[in-house]
């Protein structure tokens, strides 16, 4: 540099006094021009070099930069160099492998072409590791697909044991339920496991097709039912069709005795009716050979528990206080169908429907509250032959009919399995809701890759998915 110290330019304090580029002046022209440069307080004049500013001596690189290498070659270099790394660790983009991604596309229950979409642009975006294969989703379902094959509407499992293998599970047939519901659009049978720590299995699904006899026969031969000699939980229509009861409301409804439904006489009045012991057709509103055993049925403790409500709300005075009420809170259902019994769950919330219930009503609406929370969820009580009583006598003064539910309540109560809460229908409500979002993804075309597509997303990849449970109790395998 040509001064010791540079002209130095400050910001002016005034702008008619002090600004140094205004105050300027050119001064002549062409040859004569010349510049003369204001003396302002805001403006350090140069200072040439001198002995107070002596010219600085160009340091020598080659020896200097040997020297720093050497001072700080194994201490300042590396730590500087660690510290960087560990900086960039931090902020270094984690890329997702196939697993992860894999696990995602479940939490947000992608289909096959909504998940490469979704792959496709994060790869995009380079969200993901270069071994992710965007097209991997086309083809998700083939590992379970094989296993499952269509006949006659229904498309069904048939390699129960390879698909446990497949999904490396042991399988244990005793460790599992057979569960058989149908709604307008399909029939379908799912195996729930004993104790509901597992996903639940679908492995057979049936498309227009009734609930009938001839369709038990098709699914009970189709998934070689004998061999596995599952028990079987199941609405009380779908266990008397299994039993080779006929259809509609007879008189010998009880797949167990010979109880006379229409015998009101002796509704809660006679426990014992004569045992069925053999099954003979044409005898007792037996029309068909039976296809499981009587002691493979499960009560459905949900069902029993809706039919219990249908009954109670059956029962009440319509002209009532608390039928009114009811109308009220459901002002968007119809009287048929609050008649039919409307959400169980919103009423067994509601405190004020208790206040509009006369002394009766109300002494049977607290023992269905008490049979509701101590014997068919969760919990069994230890005195819950008394609650269960209670319920009898209540329902018999209110004058509610009594239905075959009732009947197993009445007659039957040693029939309900120990753990009534392992082996309810409840988890196959919830297969009935995860089904619905499947078969409303494939619109109709419902075939053996939308089973293995259903299959896939019971699977986990990674570690720390693997043992969550969702909200609804979801598992996996
Ligand atoms: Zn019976």
Request: neutral net charge; charged residues 25%; proline residues 4%.
């Amino acid at each position: 540099m040509k001064f010791g110290v540079p002209m130095i330019w400050k910001e002016p304090l005034c702008h008619t006094t002090d600004y140094y580029f205004c105050l300027s002046k050119q001064t002549g022209i062409g040859k004569n021009m010349r510049w003369v440069y204001a003396n302002v307080p805001s403006i350090t004049f140069p200072v040439p070099h001198s002995d107070t500013f002596p010219i600085p001596n160009c340091p020598d690189l080659s020896q200097s930069q040997t020297s720093v290498i050497s001072q700080s070659s194994s201490t300042d270099t590396s730590d500087f160099r660690s510290d960087l790394t560990e900086c960039q660790g931090q902020h270094e983009q984690h890329l997702l492998t196939q697993e992860e991604l894999n696990d995602w596309v479940r939490d947000l229950e992608l289909s096959k072409e909504k998940a490469e979409l979704h792959a496709s642009r994060m790869k995009q975006y380079h969200f993901l590791d270069t071994s992710v294969k965007v097209t991997y989703y086309r083809d998700r379902d083939r590992p379970y697909t094989k296993y499952y094959t269509s006949t006659d509407n229904i498309c069904f499992c048939k390699d129960i044991p390879g698909l446990f293998e497949e999904l490396g599970q042991p399988y244990n047939a005793h460790e599992w339920r057979l569960f058989i519901d149908s709604n307008k659009s399909s029939l379908k049978a799912v195996l729930l496991h004993n104790g509901n720590e597992k996903p639940s299995i679908p492995i057979a699904h049936a498309i227009n097709t009734k609930e009938s006899y001839e369709t038990m026969v098709k699914l009970v031969k189709s998934l070689n039912y004998e061999d596995h000699d599952w028990k079987v939980c199941a609405d009380l229509k779908v266990t008397g069709m299994l039993c080779g009861l006929q259809r509609g409301y007879t008189k010998y409804c009880c797949f167990l005795c010979f109880w006379d439904s229409r015998a009101r006489e002796h509704h809660y009045k006679r426990k014992q009716w004569p045992e069925r012991k053999s099954h003979t057709l044409g005898e007792g509103n037996i029309k068909y050979l039976p296809l499981i055993k009587k002691e493979n049925i499960l009560l459905p403790p949900l069902h029993i528990k809706l039919g219990l409500f249908k009954n109670f709300v059956k029962a009440l005075d319509i002209e009532g206080q608390a039928f009114a009420y009811l109308r009220t809170l459901f002002e968007n259902l119809s009287f048929a169908k609050i008649k039919e019994g409307p959400q169980i769950k919103k009423l067994l919330k509601d405190d004020k429907f208790q206040t509009y219930l006369s002394s009766v009503e109300a002494a049977a609406w607290n023992s269905f509250q008490l049979i509701v929370s101590d014997f068919l969820g969760n919990n069994k009580s230890p005195n819950y032959e008394t609650i269960v009583e209670n319920l009898l006598q209540n329902y018999a003064k209110m004058g509610v009919n009594m239905s075959l539910k009732i009947h197993f309540l009445h007659s039957h109560l040693n029939f309900f399995p120990e753990n009534l809460g392992d082996v309810s229908d409840e988890h196959g409500e919830r297969f009935h809701q995860q089904m619905k979002n499947i078969e409303r993804r494939y619109q109709g075309n419902w075939d053996e890759r939308m089973m293995g597509d259903y299959i896939w997303f019971l699977i986990r990849e990674t570690d720390s998915q693997r043992n969550r449970r969702q909200s609804g109790g979801q598992t996996y395998f």
